[in-house]
């Protein structure tokens, strides 16, 4: 599978900086909150199996999906791992890549989110850029429900 072109990853980055743009949002692209914001956003547009033509893209279930951290967090553990078949393709290895990022970066001071998965699960725990990507995105969306974009 060389050589193949990760589209379904690149659509979700794509569409997450542009939800970014028409959100006013003011991160400034290469700073960490911009990178936090654009990674939930695709990791949740890519694990939606969001619709990909303008048109199809339904706002609402980008908030329904980052509503509840705890909840977005548990979703995406379980989505990815009922994709490890298939992370061997370039898309999977990308949103991968994002979500450990999202996990492990310690970029700003704070403790990490509660473990969702119980004490027995105590490697599951969010890092700074999930909640920093979280609360930035969950704006992101208001503002582009509100705006009708």
Not at 21 to 35: K, L, S, V, Y
Not at 72 to 84: E, F, M, N, V
Request: with cysteine; aromatic share 8%; net charge neutral.
């Amino acid at each position: 599978m060389t050589g193949e072109v990760p589209r379904a990853w690149l659509w979700a980055e794509t569409t997450a900086e542009d939800l970014i743009a028409a959100g006013e949002d003011a991160a400034r692209r290469g700073t960490f909150e911009f990178r936090a914001t654009r990674d939930v956003l695709a990791l949740t547009l890519f694990l939606a199996d969001a619709d990909r033509s303008p048109a199809g893209l339904r706002m609402e279930l980008l908030h329904d999906h980052l509503a509840v951290a705890t909840a977005w967090l548990a979703w995406c553990r379980s989505r990815l791992d009922g994709q490890q078949a298939a992370m061997r393709t370039p898309d999977m290895r990308l949103a991968g890549d994002a979500w450990r990022w999202l996990r492990r970066s310690r970029l700003l001071a704070g403790p990490g989110l509660n473990d969702v998965a119980g004490d027995d699960d105590a490697w599951w725990i969010a890092g700074p850029a999930c909640r920093v990507g979280l609360s930035r995105a969950r704006r992101v969306v208001d503002a582009c429900l509100s705006g009708g974009v």
